[in-house]
C-alpha cells in the first residue's frame, strides 16, 4: 500500500459525458501528479500540483482539468468523454521539491488508479 | 529533448536464470533516476532512486545501476513471482516532469 487513494476504482460512461477522478496524497506529499496510461502506450504525464498550485503541464488535453484542494487532494475532470478517452488514470504524491525533501527526496509514489471506460 | 527508451520490450526468462533490463535515458542534467514495478492493473510500485553514475542500490534479487547514459535493473536468480512490467523514469533538472520509458515486460516460468 503506498498510502495514496483513489477513486473510483472503476467508471463506465458514454461519450459526451463528464467524470471526476479522486486522489488523496500520502501524508506530508504536497505534490500530486496525474497520468494517463492506455493499452498501446506508456504513462503519459498529464498534469502536476504543489500545495494548490499548478506547476506543470504535460499532454493533457483542454477537455481535462485539475486543482488541488486545501486539504491536498486533487481531482481530475475529463468532459466531453471520446471512446479514446478510455484508459487507466493515475495519481502519484511526491515530498519532492517540499521543505521536508531535503534535495533527495524525488520519487513518486501511485495510487491503484481509475479504469475508466467510455462506451 | 529529454527522452526514455528501456530494452528489451519483453523478456522471458526460467526460474533462476538472472538477466539485466536496460534503460537509456536523455536528460539535459539528471535531477533522479527511478525504477518501478507494475502488475496488470495496477499502480506502479516504487523500487529504486539513483542520482548519481556509479550508484548502486539493491533490494532482494535486484540491483540497480547509473551510468551517465544508462541504467541498468540486473534480476538474479528470478522467481515467477518477479514476473511484471518493469519502468523507468527520470526527472530532468530544472523541471517538474518526470518522462517514463514504456518499459520491459518480464516473464518469469516455473
Known amino acids: 500500500d503506498s498510502g495514496v487513494t483513489q477513486t473510483p476504482k472503476h467508471l463506465i460512461t458514454a461519450t459526451g459525458q463528464r467524470v471526476t477522478l479522486r486522489c488523496s496524497p500520502r501524508s506530508g506529499d504536497l505534490s500530486v501528479y496525474w497520468y494517463q496510461q492506455s493499452l498501446d502506450q506508456g504513462l503519459q504525464f498529464l498534469i502536476q500540483?504543489?500545495?494548490?498550485?499548478?506547476?506543470a503541464k504535460g499532454n493533457i488535453l483542454e477537455r481535462f482539468s485539475a486543482q488541488q484542494f486545501p486539504d491536498l487532494h486533487s481531482e481530475l475532470n475529463l468532459s466531453s468523454l471520446e471512446l479514446g478517452d478510455s484508459a487507466l488514470y493515475f495519481c502519484?504524491?511526491?515530498?519532492?521539491?517540499?521543505?521536508?525533501?531535503?534535495?533527495?527526496?524525488?520519487?513518486?509514489?501511485f495510487g491503484p488508479g481509475t479504469r475508466l471506460t467510455v462506451t | 529533448e529529454d527522452q526514455v527508451t528501456q530494452s528489451p520490450e519483453a523478456l522471458r526468462l526460467q526460474e533462476g536464470e538472472s538477466s539485466s533490463l536496460n534503460c537509456s535515458y536523455t536528460?539535459?542534467?539528471?535531477?533522479?533516476l527511478f525504477w518501478y514495478r507494475q502488475d496488470p492493473g495496477k499502480g506502479p510500485e516504487f523500487l529504486f532512486t539513483?542520482?548519481?553514475a556509479g550508484e548502486e542500490k539493491e533490494k532482494e534479487r535486484l540491483k540497480a545501476t547509473l551510468t551517465k547514459k544508462e541504467s541498468f535493473l540486473h534480476i538474479t536468480a528470478p522467481k515467477p513471482e518477479d514476473s511484471a512490467t518493469y519502468l523507468c523514469a527520470v526527472r530532468a533538472s530544472g523541471t517538474y516532469k518526470y518522462i517514463f520509458g514504456t518499459g520491459t515486460r518480464l516473464k518469469v516460468l516455473a
Open positions: 539513483l542520482y548519481s
Open positions: 502519484a504524491s511526491s515530498v519532492a521539491d517540499s521543505p521536508v525533501a531535503g534535495g533527495r527526496r524525488y520519487e513518486q509514489y
Open positions: 500540483y504543489y500545495n494548490g498550485e499548478e506547476r
Open positions: 536528460v539535459s542534467g539528471l535531477r533522479g
